[in-house]
């Protein structure tokens, strides 16, 4: 792609916020004030092209930059993810573009993964059930159980996938990871002073296996927990088809992207009972609408999308967002740049 070129003293960048992500707005602001910059969120009750047309910055959450979205902004630089994943921005048009896209990879591992191991607890202390009970001042007789000796299966063993084995482990389960590149995790010691080298998968985790053995691992699973980014070969991983090879007790817990599951399959299996229940922080559209026939089920759980938004990640986030903007501003690179070289 072409460079970006050297703004003027003289010019004042445009950068617009897309997304509803609590205090971003202010945190972001304070970081980019350092710079002599500001930003402003769009107002999500008048047309969205409108609030855009002149941005330099697009600063986006959850939604959509495609074609049309690039096509009305003739003067945008960069558009920066607030996340890692990167699926619902057109990177390959913005390419063509000469238009930076960037994002804001494994800073949120540990607060992904302590979503993850809330979800699970939430699930397994049958809190759902639990709080209806409280809005009807009754005392339900609500069975939970714990996760001391249960089996995890983690799919995808990314930065994020390995925090959450640590704490599952802490917890005394039996944890199995399937993931793309099982040999390059495998093997490890640890040394003297207890500290692990870069081969530290199996202090935490019982078995390591390839996406071969993706449907062996879901068998005799307690809970299996999504982690790995939506791509053309994970979209639709998970279909009527694996939930049904899943125990009638299980839990599906999906932090990743909501795509990677099959929607009308997890429906059906919940519904009929072939899981226990599933839990997800991410949905097929968001924000969810509240009259979608999943969420009126007693065994689906929803979070909407803030598994990885903390005070200490949003800190780390929008400082990385606004030295990267700063870097465009005077014609370099972003240092976390997605787009092809």
């Known amino acids: 792609m072409r460079e970006i070129r050297l703004f003027s003293l003289t010019e004042m960048m445009k950068i617009m916020i897309l997304s509803y992500a609590a205090g971003l707005t202010e945190i972001l602001s304070g970081k980019l004030k350092e710079f002599g910059l500001s930003a402003e969120r769009i107002d999500y009750n008048k047309p969205i092209l409108t609030q855009i047309t002149d941005a330099d910055v697009l600063v986006n959450g959850l939604g959509k930059v495609n074609k049309p979205i690039i096509d009305a902004c003739p003067k945008l630089k960069l558009v920066h993810q607030v996340g890692t994943g990167v699926d619902n921005v057109d990177v390959a048009y913005c390419t063509l573009k000469s238009i930076y896209v960037a994002n804001i990879p494994h800073i949120n591992n540990v607060s992904v ?5 809330f ?15 409280i809005m009807k001042r009754r005392v339900f007789n609500v069975l939970g159980s714990e996760l001391y000796g249960k089996k995890l299966t983690i799919i995808g063993l990314g930065a994020t996938g390995i925090e959450v084995a640590k704490r599952a482990k802490a917890f005394g389960m039996y944890i199995t990871a399937v993931t793309k590149h099982p040999e390059s995790k495998k093997g490890g010691k640890i040394d003297n002073n207890n500290n ?29 927990s999504i982690h790995t980014p939506l791509t053309d070969e994970t979209r639709g991983l998970i279909g009527a088809k694996e939930i049904n090879l899943m125990k009638r007790s299980a839990f599906l817990i999906n932090v990743a992207r909501a795509q990677i599951v099959d929607r009308e399959g ?27 026939k999943l ?10 999308h803030l598994a990885g938004w903390t005070f200490e990640s ?9 030295s990267n903007i700063n870097r465009v501003l005077h014609g370099e690179k972003p240092t976390t740049l997605v787009n092809p070289n």
Do not use: C
């Open 113 to 117: 993964a302590e979503h993850t191991l």
């Open 295 to 304: 969420l009126k089920l007693d065994n689906f759980v929803l979070t909407p």
């Open 266 to 292: 997890l429906f059906t299996s919940l519904v009929n009972k072939k899981i226990a229940g599933a839990a997800f922080d991410v949905f097929w559209e968001e924000p969810a609408d509240p009259n979608d």
């Open 314 to 322: 949003a800190d780390t986030t929008t400082r990385i967002i606004a």
């Open 196 to 224: 692990h080298n870069n081969n530290k998968w199996n202090y935490f985790i019982n078995i390591i296996q390839g996406v071969e053995a993706l449907s062996d691992s879901l068998i005799d699973a307690d809970y299996i």
């Open 119 to 133: 979800l699970m607890m939430y699930l397994a202390k049958n809190m759902k059930s639990a709080g209806e009970g």
